[in-house]
């Protein structure tokens, strides 16, 4: 179907675009720019007045809780998720049941996603089998099922030498290996941010020690089998960095030339462990929000670029899971759909334009993801998301599209809706008029 989007505000982060532009599409494509190329004829005309016309966002965290976890959530419950949010490429992690460690569960995976569509889904394999950190995976055939990247999900490994094959494994096949640092002791059955706060709730703590040991582990194994003989022959993308102290460690391996980025999920950026009051499980997430001088660390290095890209982090959980006491709570909580607005609400704190903004969650993620997705480039797919920076919304249960409805910003008012999304040029989400 051939679509002009008319009268919207462009911001294309990877282009250095921001201007009233036109944007024209056929065949799922962006074919130009402004103005409508010989013998353009819409069939169907979109009118962004008053909106921003930016690429679809690109997440690196979602789960979509198939295959084995679907009284949590469903595939088809999350990927409209993904689209009512203006996601239009997601990396989900390996830690389904059974694990995403056999070429038949990716390709079943993709080939649903594909069905429903909707948002396109990369799959991140498993790097040890079942996760449990004793043998690598045959990461070459889950490559070729279609998996991007390699992970641990949130599962440590805890013999380094498996980690250290896993790391020369990748590198031989230029594979990227994901991992979210946390030592596998050290707070192992820690439920909060280990401070005055846990101290007074009387809560078992999980130190920053245990990401920073973990990191300083990971730096060490990447110089062993890192080689500058080759650019960029091993990539690692580390997960959810929650510290300051964790983000000076990964400020400093940059600086050397390790070949490294970092992401932080959404909730970080904005909550500390204070904000969990008395014991409000919504605010039990993993890794824990930890203290003011953390999300000041996270805030600084989301403007200086030592981290790379701002994530969701969805995790749904069900409602029996999550109204347990704080402890008890299962971690984790709806993202795709407050995506947006809370990274506005970052821009707008910290006085920052939309095009910086938007990078976080277009261009830099699809970079590290290595897929050709979060810009409009002419030729580009039309993964497309058009919204309204200034529409007020509340969050509530009613107002989430994902069947997980827990969120540590339930009763907040955001700023910033989805009006429209596109997928490779076909309109599949249209709502929230005001």
Known sequence: MRIVIKN?????????????????????????????????????????????VCPGLVDLSARLREPGYEYKATLESE??????????????????????????????????????????????????????????????????????????????????????????????????????????????HGVAHAGPVAGRMGLSGVPVAAETVALHTIFELLRSVHTRRKANDLHVHLCR??????????????????????????????????????FNSQYRLNPPLRAQEDRAAIVR???????????????????????????????GATGLEVLLPLTLRWAEQQKLSLLQALEKITARPAQILGIDAGHLSVGAVADI??????????????ALVSQGRNSPFLGYELSGRVRHTLISGHLVYSGNPT
């Open 241 to 278: 960095i929650s510290s300051a102290a964790g983000l000076e460690l990964v400020r400093a391996a940059k600086a050397e030339g390790l070949p490294v980025s970092c992401d932080v999920g959404i909730h970080h950026v904005h909550l500390t462990d204070v904000d969990m009051g008395y």
């Open 79 to 188: 990927l409209r998720a993904a689209v009512a949010g203006g996601v239009t490429s997601l990396a989900c992690p390996p830690d389904t049941d059974p694990v995403l460690d056999e070429p038949g569960l990716v390709e079943m995976l993709k080939h649903r996603a594909r069905q429903l569509h909707l948002a396109h889904v990369y799959p991140v394999g498993a790097l040890t089998q079942g996760l449990r950190g004793e043998q690598i995976t045959e990461m070459a055939q889950l490559a070729e099922a279609g998996c991007v990247a390699f992970s641990q999900a949130d599962q440590p490994i805890v013999n380094t030498q498996t980690l250290q094959r896993a790391l020369h494994y990748a590198r031989t096949f230029n594979y990227p290996v994901w991992l979210r640092p946390q030592d596998p002791w050290l707070g192992r």
């Open 8 to 52: 919207g505000r462009l911001i294309d982060p990877k282009n250095a675009l921001d201007a009233q532009q036109d944007v024209y599409i056929a065949a799922g494509h962006v074919v130009a720019i402004g103005q409508a190329p010989d013998g353009f004829v819409a069939e169907r005309s979109i009118d962004a007045q008053g909106l921003v």
């Open 301 to 331: 290095a989301l403007q200086d670029g030592t981290i790379d890209a701002v994530c969701s982090d969805h995790t749904p959980v069900d409602d029996d899971a999550k109204q347990q006491s704080f402890a008890e709570a299962e971690a």
């Open 385 to 398: 998301c058009l919204f309204n920076p200034h529409a007020l919304w509340r969050v509530s249960a009613d």
